[in-house]
């Protein structure tokens, strides 16, 4: 019997361990039992099995991040399951983007420059985890560390992207859509494109793509381009926020950016800056993680730049803004939306006498706190910060000195005789009478105020360029609205770039009232439908942020159905139940609105 050679021999061998290794890997990657019946229960929609199950499973495998998740997605479905929320989606969506936003910072804020938003950001992190882990305890879901939760997310988001869901489980299928922006964030393109696919007839889950600008660019690229898309619209306003990341890393490196100081300000105007500087970290959700996924590495604190965008219609601007230090000027730089890309505005002077403003001085536009586009005239008002001298009335009650005479009988010696005509001495004489009377009266004069410098610009679209127009200055609570070349003031609270006529007209139909707040609502919830039974305390308001000022008095327009032109407004609102956006006349939304709705809003503006 022949022997067999080393050859085959080796060959054999090579093959036994070939094939273990493949059976180790095949049992590697096959679930745990309890796992793979939870699978089949979630996909039945049978999640009180499926949380049982998984339970099992963590008896044994405690320290399964992935375990965990799926433990933590079963209990979610149970309490939508019963549900009939018809925003349950936009109310899903909007929690996805705020578990992203909190990721990302948690990943990326050792490689952000925090000088100055460390302690805000700090704090936003700090109450965000304890209301998770308040929620974890809760249910029983042992997570122990932040690293579990972002790694036990990332198994669910791969399990629901390849899962075949029943087509009638709205919430699970919701959930499988935004999945494909979690992949898409690691650089998964062919989730991308099933992102775009999904949002063909769900187009609020674009709102996701900012949340993987980098993979999502090209793809949404190729979307606005497509003939016979049905999400042309949709898609230009999320590349928008993707391409306008580049812009603003642009300008964050074209200075250095700081924040605004007391001894930055001009004597007599100390006023206008508090002891503490003011950040403008939180811009609005889409807005803040482009900001934050600029500025990933770079040298500039989030909080020291400001971005808004302004919409009208086809119009889109993005501004931005900040006190460069360095050269101790309030710097912003326009961004005109033309042509599927981001052109940056030249300034140029309005008098014929001059061609332009020296180069030096190029996009060193005023600092834009609050800017405004008026799309009727192609106007943008941009706002400085200013102490002002203004002519001011008020009601004094007084008292008004009256001297008169009255008739009075008193005693007359010489008057007296005893057996004369006078006898008694007594003659009526007249005695001098003072009163005082109460009256009010209107008195003038003169105070030192805050407010804003506006600033006009006019559009010249071929160029394109900002041409400086006009400069008004307006205590604060007014704003300047340009109606037919002439600057009035805008009494409205609306963020939005329209500006309302001075006098608003009559809606066409009767707007209903804004409803109750719900149980669980927030503050803001709360104080804007208030404000349709009451004027607003200064005492409330005071309390409240900035930004939740900004809100509270967006609210009440809100809870009247104005549909707003603001991105970050949209969104926002979108995920209240009780807003149905049915308006977008400002001047009917006004017109509707309370006597203690439009108190309250002055009182948001006198403190903003």
């Given at each position: 019997?022949?022997r067999?050679s080393?050859?085959?021999v080796?060959?054999?061998v090579?093959?036994?361990?070939l094939a273990?290794?493949?059976?180790a890997w095949w ?6 039992p ?5 699978k089949r229960?979630?996909?039945a929609?049978?999640f ?18 992935s375990?965990?998740a799926?433990?933590?997605y079963?209990i979610?479905?149970?309490?939508l399951?019963?549900s009939?929320?018809q925003e ?8 996805i983007?705020?578990?992203y936003?909190l ?9 952000l420059?925090?000088?100055?938003s ?12 304890r ?7 809760r249910?029983?879901?042992?997570f ?24 009638g489980?709205?919430?699970g299928?919701?959930l499988k859509?935004a ?7 690691r ?12 949002a ?7 709102a996701l ?8 660019r090209?793809?949404l690229e190729?979307e ?11 898609t230009?306003?999320a590349?928008?926020l ?22 930055d300000?001009?004597e007599?105007?100390m006023?206008?800056?508090g002891d ?5 970290l ?12 600029a500025?990933?590495?770079a040298s500039?604190d ?12 086809d119009?889109w601007?993005?501004?931005?803004s ?11 730089r326009?961004y ?11 300034v ?12 030096e001085?190029?996009?060193k536009l005023?600092?834009?706190e609050?800017?405004r586009?008026?799309p009727?005239?192609?106007?943008l ?10 002519n001011?009335t008020?009601?004094e ?13 008193r005693y007359?010696?010489?008057l007296?005789?005893r057996w004369g005509?006078?006898?008694g001495?007594?003659e009526?004489v007249r ?8 009256y ?10 805050a ?6 610009f006019?559009?010249d679209?071929d160029a394109?360029?900002l041409?400086?127009?006009h400069?008004?200055w307006l ?8 109606r ?11 963020d939005?770039?329209q500006?309302?006529?001075?006098e ?8 209903s ?5 719900e149980?669980?609502t ?5 104080l ?7 004027p607003?305390?200064?005492a ?14 967006n ?8 549909a ?22 400002m001047?009917?939304?006004?017109a509707?609105?309370s006597s ?5 809003i ?7």
């Open positions: 019997m022949r067999p080393n050859r085959r080796v060959t054999l090579a093959l036994v361990v273990s290794a493949c059976v049992l590697a990657r096959r679930d745990p309890h796992l793979a019946a939870a229960h979630l996909v929609q049978s009180e099995s499926a949380e049982a199950e998984l339970r099992l499973a963590l008896q044994d495998r405690g320290d399964d991040a375990l965990k799926f433990l933590a079963a979610l479905r149970q309490e399951a019963d009939e929320d349950l989606d936009a109310s899903l969506l909007a929690a983007y705020g578990y936003t990721a990302f910072l948690k990943e990326h804020t050792d490689d420059s925090l000088p100055y460390r302690t805000e950001i700090k704090d936003a992190l700090a109450e965000t985890e209301q998770l882990i308040d929620v974890f305890r249910h029983r879901i042992p122990r560390e932040w690293s579990e939760v972002r790694n036990g997310i990332t198994s669910v988001a791969e399990w629901l992207a390849s899962s075949h869901l029943d087509p489980d709205r919430i299928n919701t859509d999945s494909h922006a979690f992949l898409a964030a650089g998964d393109v062919s989730a991308a494109r099933r992102l775009i696919a999904a063909a007839i769900k187009p609020n889950l674009l793509t900012v949340m993987a600008p980098q993979t999502m090209t793809v190729e606005t381009r497509r003939s016979g898309s049905f999400l042309t619209r949709e230009t306003e590349l928008r993707v391409v306008a990341i580049d812009a603003i890393r642009e300008f964050a490196t074209s200075g250095s950016f700081r924040p605004l100081r007391r001894q300000i001009p007599g105007q006023e206008l800056v503490k500087a003011t950040l403008y939180f811009d609005g959700e889409g807005l803040f993680l482009c900001k934050l996924t500025l990933v590495g500039t989030p909080g020291v730049i400001r971005v808004q965008m302004l919409t009208a219609g119009h601007l993005l501004l931005l900040g006190y460069d230090g360095k050269s101790g000027l309030n710097r912003c326009p005109l939306w033309k042509g599927g890309r981001l052109a940056q505005m030249n140029v002077r309005g008098s014929s006498r001059s061609s332009g403003l020296p180069e001085v190029r996009h005023p600092f834009a609050e800017a586009y008026v009727d005239e192609q106007m008002l941009v706002p400085v910060r200013r102490m002002g001298t203004v001011r008020r009601k009650t007084a008292y008004l000195t009256l001297r008169s005479y009255r008739r009075e009988m007359n010696p010489r007296y005789r005509y006078y006898y001495g007594y009526y005695v001098p009478v003072v009163e005082s009377l109460p009010e009266r209107q008195v003038r004069y003169k105070e030192r105020v407010g804003n410098e506006w600033h006009l006019a559009f679209w394109p360029s041409k400086w127009v400069t008004l205590p604060d609570g007014s704003t300047p609205v340009v037919a070349g002439k600057v009035r003031r805008d009494q409205t609270g609306e939005s770039a500006a309302a006529a001075p608003p007209s009559k809606p066409d139909t009767e707007l009232p804004p409803p109750a707040p149980a669980g927030d503050e803001i919830d709360v804007s439908a208030a404000a349709a039974l009451r607003l305390e200064v409330e308001v005071r309390g409240l942020s900035s930004s939740q000022r900004r809100l509270l008095r609210a009440i327009f809100a809870r009247h159905g104005y707003f032109a603001s991105a970050d407004l949209r969104t926002y609102f979108a995920a209240k139940s009780w807003y149905r956006a049915r308006v977008s006349d001047n009917a939304v006004y509707s609105l203690s709705e439009k108190v309250s002055e009182t948001i503006k006198a403190l903003e």
